[in-house]
């Protein structure tokens, strides 16, 4: 997000311009502390009840590295070594402390330092995570769009039906079936595995294109249905009606006044959306055979390495508020509604 | 409500849905016409008159395996939903009530639980506190539960600055009564429609779940898992996702038109007592974020 305006133009003295850049410096820093409130307080709790789940589950690296019939003392020799002996709020301390600075420990089953896995995964998952947006946005702005220009026709019937099946598809039934039709049937994509962009985009993004098509159904529909509701709901507002009265262009109106008030509740379902983009990867990651994110997931949490779900969990909040942080600057500066405070 | 929802195609129809999930959730076991464990000499064969949808790798009758494995789907999503309900919508209502402080703390636990990618966090939980499905869905159940928190605090907001409320504060109501006298009853169809979502939502995560093998034993059936074994096979039978795979679809499907039903039939109730045609009670529910169908 910039903070300063386009250069001024000619004839516009510059205390003007400086107003402005400050006015709009204001407007992204108000919305940095809203979002702020509500980040420290998410982060605390969260990583609180994230941390509680050791003790809650009772699991220990002993009963991994010595198995199940080790003797008491060996038990309690492995708990002292990973400073599991010291009291609980000690422990809380230092691995916040820790997790501040980027270091997520050590994972119990192969002595890894989990915020190594976890970067290696994410740059799998982020990529399939991007692309899904980028093909919901593309999509959903598109469906929605049209649908609210044609409201009530049959165009407007037939996107809200195509909308209200794809909605209704969970990530991995879409995986499913597009392994079967394209991999299995088709023999178009490779069925599972990732490869870096770095050795060839092509590759890559054959790798990660069914992945992220099955993940973005969601997101096509939500934004399709949010948009479409919203840009109708901006139509049958008076400044358009008096916009139609002044005899302005129908597409400067729909830029000018309609795309920017109903952009909104769109952008904000993207905001929504990602958390549950990140939650599906669990399983769209198991489908396709990538080895992301979402799969050290699973897979640390059935092996019970507790400090590497840990991580994922943490690395998961982060995340999420990373993106509503840059959704919610992005509504600062797009809609005039947010401008205003609502 | 009910019996203006059903006068509605669309409520019928996901009435008719749901009705007859129900009936394969309750008496499926007995319906199937095999054991749906007992495994037989052709694997992966292809639909016939003894087996309607085939067998799956190790021989074992799909169509029993479907039927027994719906109590399962059924069960986890009744679970979650009511759950998030009980969770969710009392601290919704309280919250406008109950003054500054409570307002405040639910405000952020909600706004926590939204930040939280839900699956993530019933699969790490799950894995952790035990291999039990029921534990997994009152966690996810605690992760939606904001939808309920802001559905019922708009529509309790909406009631509380109503000119009728105000009268019975002013006549010195208890604020027990004027929840269960007035609130309660406008809070209630907003609530019926994100109980209908929530279902739907419920049922993609038992699915998931089981798909990725969390909370049930292997040998026991269930939707997910037979999604799960079928991937292995798709070379031999590309179609065998084809059953489970509509069956979850149809049930959301009907979660969400029935939801589309109530919300049609409470806007038009709101309407009609108002008067004025622009003041729909579950406006605010409508503008609030539906739960993801897709996890």
Known sequence: MTTTEAPAPYGVPLPAVAARTRHTLGRVLAALARSAAIFVPVFLVATFVTFALRSLSGLSPARIQLGEEATPEAVARVEAQWGLDRPFLVQYGDWFGDVLHGR??????????????????????????????????????????????????WVDRAITGFVTVISVMPAFVVGIVLVTVFSVGLHLFPSAGYVPAEQGLGPWLAHITLPAVALSFDVVADVARQLRGSLVGAYRENYVTGAVVRGLSPRRIFFGHVLRNGLGPALATLGLKFPALVGASVVTEWIFGLQGFGRFANDSAQAGDVPAVQGVLVVSIVLVVAFNLLVDLVLARVTPASRRGV | MTRRVLALASGRIAAAVLAAIAVLALFGPLLAPHDPLAT??????GASGAHWLGTDYLGRDVLSRLLDGSRVSVLGSLEVAFTALAVGAVPGILSVHLGRVFEWVTLRLADTLVALPFLLFAVAVVALLGN?????????????????????????????????????????????????????????????????????????????LTF??????????????????????????????????????????????????????SGEAGRALTGRPGARPDQRSETAPAPSGGV
């Not at chain 1, 399939?128 to 946005?137: E, S, W, Y």
């Not at chain 2, 037989?40 to 064969?45: E, R, S, T, V």
């Not at chain 2, 009152?138 to 928190?149: E, H, I, K």
Request: charge should be positive; proline fraction near 6%.
């Open chain 2, 40 to 45: 037989g000499d052709h694997p992966l064969a």
């Open chain 1, 104 to 153: 997520l420990g050590t994972s119990w089953t192969n002595g890894a330092d989990i915020s190594t896995l976890i970067g290696l995964g994410l740059a799998v998952s982020l990529s399939v995570a991007a692309f899904a947006l980028l093909i919901g946005v593309v999509a959903g702005f598109a469906l929605g769009t049209v649908a609210a220009l044609r409201r009530t026709t």
């Open chain 2, 132 to 208: 039990g499905l029921t534990q997994a869905m009152l966690v996810t159940g605690a992760l939606v539960s904001p939808l309920f928190y802001r559905v019922a605090r708009a529509a309790t907001l909406a009631v509380a600055r109503s000119p009728y409320v105000e009268a019975a504060i002013v006549s010195g109501a208890s604020t027990g009564w004027i929840v269960r006298r007035h609130v309660w009853a406008k809070v209630l169809p907003p609530i019926a429609v994100a109980l209908a979502q929530t279902v739907g939502v419920g049922f993609v995560i038992v699915s998931s």
């Open chain 2, 212 to 265: 990725l093998g969390i909370g049930v034993q292997p040998p026991a059936p269930t939707w997910g898992g037979l999604l799960a074994s079928d991937l292995g096979y798709l070379g031999h039978q590309p179609w065998a996702p084809l059953a489970p795979a509509l069956l979850i679809m149809v049930t959301v499907w009907a979660c969400n038109l029935l939801a589309d039903a109530v919300r049609d039939v």
